[in-house]
């Protein structure tokens, strides 16, 4: 199977409520616009340096988003341009995206990352977490930032009811947080599902899915 081909057959199969997000880390720019040509305009990155050099080069209306964790001092690089960050688990993190968003002159959306895996290792709030931080002060002072959604990754394992109870768990966090209202935050979104969970993760509610090894092969 050729990437434009991964890409129609992914377009053809997801609905409407669904953005496919075509992961494109480690991957040449030929590959990008093998992906381009055949109509896909959301690509997902995880290196700063990767991201800053096919920005430049690749054709200007690729919504660029920023999926891997984001170190605070990398924030001014992709800040006149990114389309949407996916994994802010911090306040601190937030609060320099907005700095350079105003820099900008730009609102920027994030998503809110959540940790739902079991592993220890992986980045993200807790629930208790999330809802201290969108309740805070500092966080109603944040003018230029736009949260939009919620962000998670199931535990990297063989057991479907795990990640279901995980997905199921994201979708219900996002149910009650949904009915915060700020003027920095309306979720709309959920962030979850890769190549090989993505089907279970749409099941459970998902409406962005990040894929890469399935339409450019494995890295
Ligand atoms: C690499 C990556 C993906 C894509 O993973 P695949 O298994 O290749 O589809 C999705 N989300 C995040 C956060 C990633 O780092």
Request: net charge neutral; proline share 1%.
């Amino acid at each position: 199977m050729s990437i434009a081909s991964n890409i129609k057959s992914l377009h053809a199969k997801l609905s409407e409520s669904v953005t496919l997000i075509a992961v494109s880390k480690t991957k040449p720019k030929a590959d990008l616009m093998e992906a381009y040509g055949a109509g896909q305009r959301h690509f997902g990155e995880n290196y700063i340096q990767e991201l800053q050099e096919k920005q430049a080069e690749l054709p200007a209306d690729i919504h660029w988003q920023f999926i891997g964790h984001l170190q605070s001092n990398k924030v001014k690089y992709i800040a006149p341009y990114v389309y949407l960050i996916h994994g802010v688990d911090s306040l601190k993190l937030l609060t320099e995206i907005n700095k350079q968003a105003l820099k900008n002159n730009r609102i920027i959306d994030c998503l809110l990352q959540v940790h739902i895996a079991s592993e220890e290792t992986k980045f993200g709030l807790s629930e208790e977490e999330l809802v201290t931080l969108i309740n805070s002060s500092e966080f109603d002072s944040l003018k230029n930032i736009q949260i939009k959604g919620l962000m998670g990754m199931a535990s990297f394992t063989d057991n479907i009811d795990q990640m279901e109870r995980e997905f199921a768990s994201l979708k219900s966090i996002f149910v009650k947080v949904k009915t915060v209202s700020k003027s920095n935050l309306k979720l709309t979104e959920i962030s979850m599902g890769m190549s090989g969970d993505y089907e279970l993760a749409i099941k459970h509610g998902s409406t962005m899915v990040r894929i890469g090894s399935s339409i450019f092969g494995s890295r």
